[in-house]
């Protein structure tokens, strides 16, 4: 069984670009949520995201989007980047949306110059 | 509003003595408690939940924690640490009227001396 798998590890953009990053689920898992952790900060909720529709949303603008596929892997997308979404983006994956579970992939650190 | 305080951002234990991390949270609803740990470069890692039931919960690593209504805390606790116990430990709370919606502290970074 493989975890939660998180790509690209590292990349920098600059201010005003768009970037997407990448989440596999844990096997057996239709629920993901995607969090940014600011250096020095918890992480922050963005949204959810179950059986491909969105399920809840934290307070982040509408640039932060995302998407979850049929095999449950999911997407972030960020368009006109700032400075401050530099972070590093923490993808999760559960059971369910109710199990409370959340199994964490490693974070793609994301630089915004 | 509901939050998440860690009240300690940095913790020096010497390798074998106890550790205590606080956690206090400000919740409508029930809330439900979690322990996370993240080490350099990796995602969290769940120590340890609480739902409902025995307020003393037991954990992997050794860890435990102690839910306490009365003062909205959830205190997690570890006998003797072990170097590899160096680390940044986040409280997390998530609500019945909230699904998937968790809030996270804002970390405690734990260091450990020889």
């Known amino acids: 069984e493989t975890g939660v798998t998180q790509s690209p590890t590292h990349l920098i953009k600059t201010r005003g670009q768009q970037v997407t990053l990448r989440c596999s689920s844990q096997?057996?898992?239709?629920?993901v949520s995607w969090y940014q952790q600011a250096l020095g900060q918890g992480p922050q909720f963005i949204f959810q995201?179950?059986?491909?529709?969105?399920?809840g949303r934290g307070n982040f603008p509408p640039r932060f989007s995302g998407l979850q596929f049929p095999n449950y892997s999911s997407e972030l997308n960020v368009n006109a980047l700032e400075l401050d979404d530099s972070a590093l983006y923490l993808c999760?994956?559960?059971?369910?949306?109710?199990?409370?579970?959340?199994?964490f992939g490693p974070g793609t650190r994301l630089t915004v110059t | 509003a509901q939050s998440v305080t860690q009240p300690d951002i940095h913790i020096t234990v010497s390798e074998g003595a106890s550790l205590e991390l606080r956690c206090n949270y400000s919740y409508g609803a029930t809330p439900y408690l979690f322990w996370y740990v993240q080490s350099p470069g990796q995602g969290l890692q769940l120590l340890l939940k609480y739902f409902s039931g025995d307020t003393l919960v037991q954990g992997i690593k050794g860890f435990e924690a102690e839910f306490k209504r009365s003062q909205s805390s959830f205190n997690l606790r570890k006998p003797s640490v072990h170097w590899s116990d160096a680390a940044e430990y986040f409280c997390?709370?998530?609500?019945?009227?909230?699904?998937?919606?968790?809030?996270f502290g804002a970390g405690t970074q734990v260091v450990v001396t020889p």
């Open positions: 096997s057996g898992h239709n629920t």
């Open positions: 995201y179950y059986r491909e529709e969105e399920n």
């Open positions: 997390a709370v998530v609500s019945t009227d909230s699904w998937g919606k968790f809030q």
């Open positions: 999760a994956s559960s059971p369910s949306t109710v199990s409370y579970e959340q199994y």
